[in-house]
Protein backbone atom coordinates (compact mmCIF):
# COMPACT_ATOMS: atom_id res chain seq x y z
CA UNK A 1 0.00 0.00 0.00
CA UNK A 2 2.91 2.51 0.29
CA UNK A 3 4.81 1.01 -1.92
CA UNK A 4 8.01 3.82 -3.35
CA UNK A 5 7.26 3.11 -6.55
CA UNK A 6 3.46 3.64 -6.94
CA UNK A 7 2.57 7.35 -6.31
CA UNK A 8 -0.09 8.69 -4.35
CA UNK A 9 -2.58 10.86 -5.89
CA UNK A 10 -4.30 12.40 -3.83
CA UNK A 11 -6.79 14.22 -6.29
CA UNK A 12 -10.27 12.86 -3.90
CA UNK A 13 -11.51 10.92 -1.46
CA UNK A 14 -12.19 7.86 -4.10
CA UNK A 15 -8.69 8.56 -5.63
CA UNK A 16 -6.30 8.54 -2.12
CA UNK A 17 -5.34 5.31 -2.84
CA UNK A 18 -1.14 3.93 -4.71
CA UNK A 19 -1.49 4.14 -8.16
CA UNK A 20 -1.12 0.36 -9.54
CA UNK A 21 -0.10 1.63 -13.13
CA UNK A 22 -3.88 -0.97 -14.15
CA UNK A 23 -5.06 1.62 -17.16
CA UNK A 24 -7.64 0.19 -19.38
CA UNK A 25 -9.84 2.66 -21.59
CA UNK A 26 -8.45 5.44 -19.37
CA UNK A 27 -10.18 3.56 -16.20
CA UNK A 28 -7.29 3.45 -13.48
CA UNK A 29 -7.18 0.84 -10.66
CA UNK A 30 -5.92 2.72 -7.43
CA UNK A 31 -4.96 0.46 -4.13
CA UNK A 32 -7.13 1.91 -1.26
CA UNK A 33 -7.53 0.76 1.73
CA UNK A 34 -10.47 -0.44 2.78
CA UNK A 35 -13.21 1.68 4.73
CA UNK A 36 -13.11 1.34 8.92
CA UNK A 37 -16.91 -0.27 8.88
CA UNK A 38 -15.80 -2.44 6.27
CA UNK A 39 -12.61 -4.45 8.26
CA UNK A 40 -14.58 -4.19 11.60
CA UNK A 41 -17.64 -6.21 9.42
CA UNK A 42 -15.19 -8.43 8.38
CA UNK A 43 -13.12 -9.27 11.87
CA UNK A 44 -16.65 -8.91 13.76
CA UNK A 45 -17.41 -11.94 11.25
CA UNK A 46 -14.49 -14.46 11.98
CA UNK A 47 -14.57 -13.69 15.51
CA UNK A 48 -18.27 -14.76 15.35
CA UNK A 49 -17.43 -17.99 13.67
CA UNK A 50 -14.53 -18.94 16.24
CA UNK A 51 -17.22 -18.15 19.26
CA UNK A 52 -20.29 -19.73 16.72
CA UNK A 53 -18.07 -22.99 16.10
CA UNK A 54 -16.87 -23.13 19.91
CA UNK A 55 -19.98 -22.89 20.55
CA UNK A 56 -21.82 -24.99 18.67
CA UNK A 57 -19.60 -27.66 17.54
CA UNK A 58 -17.23 -28.09 20.22
CA UNK A 59 -19.76 -26.79 23.08
CA UNK A 60 -22.60 -27.42 24.61
CA UNK A 61 -24.61 -25.59 21.36
CA UNK A 62 -27.04 -27.95 19.71
CA UNK A 63 -27.72 -27.31 16.10
CA UNK A 64 -31.03 -27.93 14.07
CA UNK A 65 -31.92 -31.57 13.90
CA UNK A 66 -30.11 -32.62 16.82
CA UNK A 67 -31.72 -29.03 18.90
CA UNK A 68 -35.35 -30.06 18.13
CA UNK A 69 -34.45 -34.46 18.95
CA UNK A 70 -33.16 -32.73 22.29
CA UNK A 71 -36.41 -30.66 22.85
CA UNK A 72 -38.42 -33.96 21.67
CA UNK A 73 -36.64 -35.83 24.50
CA UNK A 74 -37.15 -33.36 26.96
CA UNK A 75 -40.98 -32.98 25.93
CA UNK A 76 -41.33 -37.08 26.01
CA UNK A 77 -40.17 -36.74 29.46
CA UNK A 78 -41.73 -33.77 30.87
CA UNK A 79 -45.11 -35.52 29.04
CA UNK A 80 -44.46 -38.94 30.83
CA UNK A 81 -43.42 -37.36 33.73
CA UNK A 82 -46.98 -35.68 34.40
CA UNK A 83 -48.91 -38.64 32.71
CA UNK A 84 -51.70 -40.41 34.51
CA UNK A 85 -53.20 -42.55 32.51
CA UNK A 86 -51.54 -46.26 32.01
CA UNK A 87 -48.24 -45.91 29.96
CA UNK A 88 -46.94 -48.06 27.51
CA UNK A 89 -43.72 -49.91 28.38
CA UNK A 90 -41.39 -46.85 26.47
CA UNK A 91 -43.42 -44.40 28.89
CA UNK A 92 -42.34 -46.77 31.98
CA UNK A 93 -39.00 -47.30 31.63
CA UNK A 94 -37.41 -43.90 32.04
CA UNK A 95 -39.73 -43.40 35.25
CA UNK A 96 -38.03 -46.31 36.58
CA UNK A 97 -35.36 -44.60 38.07
CA UNK A 98 -37.21 -41.63 38.21
CA UNK A 99 -36.76 -40.81 42.77
CA UNK A 100 -39.83 -39.27 43.07
CA UNK A 101 -41.35 -42.01 41.60
CA UNK A 102 -40.30 -44.50 43.53
CA UNK A 103 -40.75 -42.49 47.23
CA UNK A 104 -44.27 -42.26 45.80
CA UNK A 105 -44.22 -46.02 45.00
CA UNK A 106 -42.80 -46.56 48.83
CA UNK A 107 -45.50 -45.21 50.35
CA UNK A 108 -48.02 -46.63 48.37
CA UNK A 109 -46.44 -50.21 49.00
CA UNK A 110 -46.90 -49.81 52.82
CA UNK A 111 -50.27 -48.20 52.90
CA UNK A 112 -52.46 -50.48 50.58
CA UNK A 113 -50.76 -53.82 52.30
CA UNK A 114 -48.63 -55.13 49.63
CA UNK A 115 -45.86 -55.56 52.19
CA UNK A 116 -48.25 -57.65 53.76
CA UNK A 117 -48.31 -60.54 51.41
CA UNK A 118 -44.74 -59.30 49.34
CA UNK A 119 -42.55 -58.38 52.78
CA UNK A 120 -41.78 -55.08 53.75
CA UNK A 121 -38.78 -55.21 51.80
CA UNK A 122 -40.16 -57.30 48.68
CA UNK A 123 -38.65 -60.50 49.37
CA UNK A 124 -41.69 -62.64 49.51
CA UNK A 125 -44.38 -64.14 52.16
CA UNK A 126 -47.55 -65.35 50.94
CA UNK A 127 -47.09 -63.70 47.71
CA UNK A 128 -43.45 -64.09 45.72
CA UNK A 129 -40.41 -62.60 46.37
CA UNK A 130 -40.29 -59.78 43.97
CA UNK A 131 -36.54 -58.67 44.40
CA UNK A 132 -35.37 -62.48 42.48
CA UNK A 133 -35.12 -62.57 38.66
CA UNK A 134 -37.87 -65.16 38.52
CA UNK A 135 -41.40 -63.36 37.07
CA UNK A 136 -44.29 -65.36 36.95
CA UNK A 137 -46.46 -62.97 34.58
CA UNK A 138 -43.41 -61.46 32.96
CA UNK A 139 -40.79 -58.54 33.60
CA UNK A 140 -41.90 -55.73 31.72
CA UNK A 141 -43.64 -53.03 33.19
CA UNK A 142 -46.72 -53.11 31.48
CA UNK A 143 -46.90 -56.71 32.59
CA UNK A 144 -46.39 -55.96 36.25
CA UNK A 145 -48.46 -52.98 35.69
CA UNK A 146 -51.58 -55.69 34.35
CA UNK A 147 -50.67 -57.66 37.84
CA UNK A 148 -51.64 -55.13 40.11
CA UNK A 149 -54.41 -53.97 38.34
CA UNK A 150 -56.45 -57.05 37.41
CA UNK A 151 -55.10 -59.41 40.29
CA UNK A 152 -54.20 -63.24 40.09
CA UNK A 153 -54.75 -66.61 40.94
CA UNK A 154 -58.40 -65.93 41.84
CA UNK A 155 -57.63 -63.09 43.80
CA UNK A 156 -54.59 -64.25 46.04
CA UNK A 157 -52.92 -61.36 44.40
CA UNK A 158 -55.44 -58.97 44.80
CA UNK A 159 -56.99 -56.74 42.05
CA UNK A 160 -56.25 -53.03 42.67
CA UNK A 161 -57.71 -51.77 39.76
CA UNK A 162 -60.89 -49.97 41.64
CA UNK A 163 -59.11 -48.76 44.70
CA UNK A 164 -56.47 -47.49 43.00
CA UNK A 165 -55.53 -44.77 40.59
CA UNK A 166 -53.38 -45.52 37.32
CA UNK A 167 -50.98 -43.63 38.44
CA UNK A 168 -50.46 -45.14 41.90
CA UNK A 169 -50.29 -48.36 40.05
CA UNK A 170 -47.77 -46.88 38.09
CA UNK A 171 -46.11 -45.65 40.74
CA UNK A 172 -46.07 -48.72 42.49
CA UNK A 173 -44.76 -50.54 39.45
CA UNK A 174 -41.75 -48.05 39.69
CA UNK A 175 -41.03 -49.25 43.36
CA UNK A 176 -41.41 -52.66 42.47
CA UNK A 177 -38.87 -52.55 39.83
CA UNK A 178 -36.38 -50.48 41.78
CA UNK A 179 -36.43 -53.28 44.53
CA UNK A 180 -35.60 -55.74 41.85
CA UNK A 181 -32.85 -53.78 40.24
CA UNK A 182 -31.64 -53.63 44.26
CA UNK A 183 -31.68 -57.08 44.03
CA UNK A 184 -31.35 -59.65 47.03
CA UNK A 185 -31.39 -58.49 50.75
CA UNK A 186 -29.12 -59.98 52.94
CA UNK A 187 -30.67 -62.81 55.31
CA UNK A 188 -33.20 -63.28 52.53
CA UNK A 189 -31.50 -65.50 49.42
CA UNK A 190 -32.77 -65.69 46.56
CA UNK A 191 -33.84 -69.55 45.17
CA UNK A 192 -31.16 -69.28 42.38
CA UNK A 193 -33.05 -72.02 40.07
CA UNK A 194 -35.33 -68.91 40.09
CA UNK A 195 -32.72 -66.32 38.61
CA UNK A 196 -32.86 -67.52 35.42
CA UNK A 197 -35.95 -66.64 34.00
CA UNK A 198 -37.50 -62.75 32.65
CA UNK A 199 -34.48 -60.65 34.82
CA UNK A 200 -35.40 -57.23 34.13
CA UNK A 201 -32.81 -56.12 32.04
CA UNK A 202 -33.71 -52.38 31.04
C1 LIG B 1 -53.25 -61.14 49.89
C2 LIG B 1 -51.86 -61.21 49.51
C3 LIG B 1 -51.33 -60.24 48.48
C4 LIG B 1 -51.40 -58.88 48.48
C5 LIG B 1 -52.10 -57.97 49.50
C6 LIG B 1 -50.67 -58.43 47.34
N1 LIG B 1 -50.18 -59.48 46.63
FE1 LIG B 1 -49.08 -59.39 44.95
N2 LIG B 1 -49.19 -61.40 44.78
C7 LIG B 1 -49.73 -62.25 45.71
C8 LIG B 1 -49.64 -63.62 45.22
C9 LIG B 1 -50.15 -64.87 45.93
C10 LIG B 1 -49.05 -63.54 43.94
C11 LIG B 1 -48.77 -64.68 42.96
C12 LIG B 1 -50.05 -64.97 42.18
C13 LIG B 1 -49.91 -66.14 41.25
O1 LIG B 1 -48.92 -66.86 41.30
O2 LIG B 1 -50.84 -66.33 40.44
C14 LIG B 1 -48.76 -62.14 43.72
C15 LIG B 1 -48.14 -61.65 42.58
C16 LIG B 1 -47.71 -60.36 42.44
C17 LIG B 1 -46.90 -59.89 41.36
C18 LIG B 1 -46.39 -60.70 40.19
C19 LIG B 1 -45.07 -61.32 40.52
C20 LIG B 1 -44.49 -62.15 39.40
O3 LIG B 1 -43.55 -62.86 39.68
O4 LIG B 1 -44.95 -62.06 38.25
C21 LIG B 1 -46.69 -58.57 41.57
C22 LIG B 1 -45.89 -57.62 40.70
C23 LIG B 1 -47.37 -58.21 42.77
N3 LIG B 1 -47.98 -59.31 43.28
C24 LIG B 1 -47.40 -56.93 43.30
C25 LIG B 1 -48.22 -56.58 44.36
C26 LIG B 1 -48.45 -55.21 44.78
C27 LIG B 1 -47.79 -53.98 44.17
C28 LIG B 1 -49.31 -55.25 45.79
C29 LIG B 1 -49.94 -54.11 46.53
C30 LIG B 1 -50.82 -53.31 45.74
C31 LIG B 1 -49.64 -56.65 46.02
N4 LIG B 1 -48.95 -57.43 45.14
C32 LIG B 1 -50.50 -57.09 46.99
C33 LIG B 1 -50.27 -61.89 46.91
C34 LIG B 1 -50.57 -60.61 47.29
Not at 164 to 185: F, P, Q, V
Request: glycine content about 12%; aromatic content about 8%.
Amino acid sequence: MSDPQHQTTGTGPDLDGTELHHDFDGIRELDNDPPLWFNLLFWGTLVWAIGYALHYHWGPGKLGGDKWKAEMVQLNELKAKNATGPLTEAQLRPLSTNAERIAAGKALYGKVGCAACHGAEGAGLIGPNLRDKYWIYGSNMTEIYDVIANGRGNGTMPAQKNALSSDDMNNLTIYIISLNRAGAIPGKAIDPAREKDNPVNY
